[in-house]
């Protein structure tokens, strides 16, 4: 007789997205709702922690009880609860984990508290061909980072930004061409019509040894050329702005994921496969860069759906699985952790 996984129910509030998830032990997602606040924050162009804190409190409840309904377990069927505690906005984190703790401790079952980077770094592996180890580019509005993902719990930053993040300098540039936030699906949509050779940008660290990233000279080199306009920029001025910045960070990432390749042979790593994840993994052009960079190393390039690219609860509770299944839980007084980066040596 084989004995059903516990479902895991995943709670995720470490930034602008009120998630919960049940997932079940053999991978199965059961339910997945993901109330976004992208309204309450888009007046503000970015968002605003104070007004992300309250949103989670006025919603967290009320989201956790669709997915466990929505998933069909009921209360009795949830094995665990793995919530987000770091790294993120400390007053969704509190909303977060405090929620899951009481939960956990109202079924008797047990509590993980989960760090919300490794939610997205094992993500990956929600595809069952997913295996350690594997080189992953974690690109979102808040990170931006190469790590060689080991095994669970075992990850090597190879670099990473020293500013801006790439979603961050979508977001902002989006911004700066009046496209709205968040910027990313805009200023992608705007660069599909537009001529991607028309400005001269720079590639701020291409050809640089190492991994890492840039991103703030792009951005005034973008400012620059809308000021050096005739006037406010009409629509075929921002399409091509929009191509063209666009295509300057594929050209960075390619450059860089080509680094990054070299340098987890060189430390003797065999990857399984070239992986991707965060919002910036949705954008096409990147993907398409990055898929030829993996072939060039023989290895296939893997991105998580894109529902499970952006925020979500299922790949907390995924990581919450994998976990379990190494025996570990947390204590309910487990601290949120504003700060908790995947690799301690490289904090
Ligand atoms: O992973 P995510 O939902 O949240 C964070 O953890 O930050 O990523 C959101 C970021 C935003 O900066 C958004 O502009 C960017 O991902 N993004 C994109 C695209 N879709 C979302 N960037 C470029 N192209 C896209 N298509
Ligand atoms: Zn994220």
Redesign the pocket.
């Known amino acids: 007789m084989t004995i059903a996984p516990p479902a895991v129910l995943g709670i995720e509030t470490?930034?602008?997205?009120t998630a919960a998830a049940v997932l079940r032990g053999d991978r199965r997602i059961l339910s997945s709702v993901v109330l976004s606040q992208v309204a309450l924050h888009e007046v503000h162009g970015g968002v605003v922690p104070e007004i992300a804190a309250r949103a989670h409190l006025d919603h967290c409840d009320e989201v956790v009880r669709r997915a466990v309904a929505e998933s069909g377990v009921g209360w009795t069927g949830i094995g665990a609860v793995a919530a987000t505690v770091g790294p993120?906005l400390i007053g969704g984190l509190v909303v977060g984990a405090m929620t899951g703790k009481a939960i956990a401790l109202a079924l008797g079952v047990p509590f993980l508290a989960i760090n919300?980077l490794e939610g997205?770094a094992l993500s990956p592996r929600l595809d069952p061909g997913v295996a350690f180890p594997y080189l992953l580019l974690l690109?979102?509005?808040?990170?931006c980072q190469f790590l060689v993902v080991e095994d669970r719990g075992r990850y090597s930053r190879l670099g990473g930004t020293i500013d801006d993040?790439?979603?961050?300098?979508?977001?902002k540039t989006?911004k700066l061409l009046g496209l709205g936030?968040?910027?990313?699906?805009?200023?992608?949509?705007a660069a599909a019509s537009g001529d991607p050779a028309r400005f001269a940008l720079p590639r701020p660290m291409a050809g640089r040894p190492g991994c890492d990233f840039s991103f703030s000279g792009l951005k005034t080199a973008m400012r620059h050329a809308v000021e050096a306009l005739d006037g406010e920029p009409g629509a075929r001025d921002v399409a091509d702005l929009a191509a063209s910045f666009?295509r300057a960070?594929a050209d960075v990432v390619a450059d860089r994921a080509r680094n990054a390749l070299r340098m987890a042979e060189e430390r003797g790593v065999a990857p399984t496969a070239l992986v991707v994840?965060?919002?910036?993994?949705?954008?096409?052009?990147?993907r398409a860069r990055l898929a030829a960079v993996g072939a060039g190393h023989g290895l296939e390039l893997r991105a998580p759906p894109?529902r499970l690219?952006?925020?979500?609860a299922a790949m907390i509770a995924w990581a919450g699985v994998e976990r379990l299944a190494r025996g570990e839980r947390d204590p309910l007084d487990a601290p949120a952790r504003p700060r908790w980066p995947l690799d301690p040596r490289a904090a």
Not at 14 to 17: A, F, K, T
Not at 181 to 189: K, S
Not at 309 to 312: A, F, K, R, S, V
């Open positions: 470490s930034c602008d997205e993120g919300h997205h690109a979102s509005g808040g990170h993040a790439a979603g961050e300098a979508f977001d989006a936030y968040p910027g990313g699906p805009a200023l992608e949509r666009q960070v994840a965060g919002g910036v993994a949705a954008n096409a052009e990147i894109l690219c952006t925020d979500n």
